[in-house]
C-alpha cells in the first residue's frame, strides 16, 4: 500500500470517530462510563498527529505502530483492545495483501482479541462486529456488503446482555442499549472499507 493510501486510511477513520465521538459517549453513558467517545477520539487523534510518519513505514509495520500508539492513548478496556487488533493485523499481514490474506490476518486478530479480552463473539462487545465482518471478508462478500453486516451487527447488540466489560455489571439492564465497541467498530469499518474502495 502506497504511503498516501495509508494516510487516507488514517484521516478517514480520525475522521469518523471524531464526527461520531457524542454518539459513542451516549452510547457508553447508557449502560458504562460515558468515556468510550472521547476514549477513542484522543487516541484516533494521536494517531492522525503522527500520520506521515506512520503511513512511510511498510503496511505491517504501520499497522503495528498504529496499534501501539491505540494501547498508549485510548486507555480503559477498549484502548489494548483495539491495540491488539491492530498490532496483530501488522503481525499477520504481507505487504501487499489481497482479500484471503485481509481475511486470515483479521481471523487471527480476532483471537488475539478474543485472548486479551477472555471474550467470544455473543456477549455484546466490539467482536460482535468483528467476527460477522471476518465471516463477509471470507466468504467473498462486497465491501458494500461488508459494511452492512458491520451495521448490522452493532444493530444485533441492541438486545443482547453484557458478558463482558463495565456493561456486564449491569446484568439483565444492559439489555436494550447499542454496545459502544461495537458502534466504533463498525464505523471503522465504514471507514475503511470507503477509503479503500474510493482509492
Ligand atoms: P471502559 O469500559 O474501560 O470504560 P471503553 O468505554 O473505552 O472502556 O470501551 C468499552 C468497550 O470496550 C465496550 O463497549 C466493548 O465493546 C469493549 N470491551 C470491553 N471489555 C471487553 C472485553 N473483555 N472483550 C471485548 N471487548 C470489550
Ligand atoms: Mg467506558
Do not use: C
Not at 78 to 98: A, I, R
Not at 132 to 142: D, F, I, M, S
Amino acid at each position: 500500500m502506497a504511503a498516501s493510501d495509508f494516510s487516507h486510511l488514517i484521516a478517514a477513520a480520525a475522521d469518523t470517530i471524531a464526527l461520531h465521538a457524542e454518539e459513542l459517549t451516549a452510547l457508553d453513558q447508557a449502560i458504562g462510563d460515558g468515556d468510550h467517545g472521547l476514549n477513542m477520539k484522543r487516541g484516533f487523534e494521536a494517531v492522525r498527529a503522527e500520520t506521515d510518519a506512520i503511513a512511510a513505514k511498510p503496511l505491517p509495520d504501520a499497522l503495528k505502530a498504529l496499534g501501539t500508539k491505540l494501547v498508549m492513548t485510548v486507555g480503559g478496556a477498549s484502548g489494548p483492545l483495539f491495540g491488539t487488533l491492530f498490532m496483530t493485523l501488522g503481525k499477520e499481514l504481507p505487504p501487499v495483501p489481497d482479500r484471503a490474506a485481509l481475511a486470515s490476518a483479521l481471523g487471527k486478530a480476532i483471537e488475539a482479541v478474543s485472548a486479551r479480552g477472555k471474550s467470544q463473539p455473543g456477549q455484546k462487545t466490539m467482536l460482535d462486529v468483528l467476527q460477522p465482518v471476518y465471516e463477509a471478508l471470507a466468504q467473498g462478500k462486497t465491501a458494500s456488503e461488508i459494511v452492512d453486516a458491520a451495521d448490522h451487527a452493532a444493530e444485533a447488540t441492541v438486545p443482547m446482555k453484557a458478558l463482558r466489560g463495565r456493561a456486564s455489571f449491569l446484568g439483565q439492564r444492559s439489555i436494550g442499549h447499542m454496545d459502544a465497541g461495537a458502534r466504533s467498530t463498525a464505523l471503522l469499518v465504514r471507514a475503511v472499507a470507503e477509503a479503500i474502495e474510493g482509492s
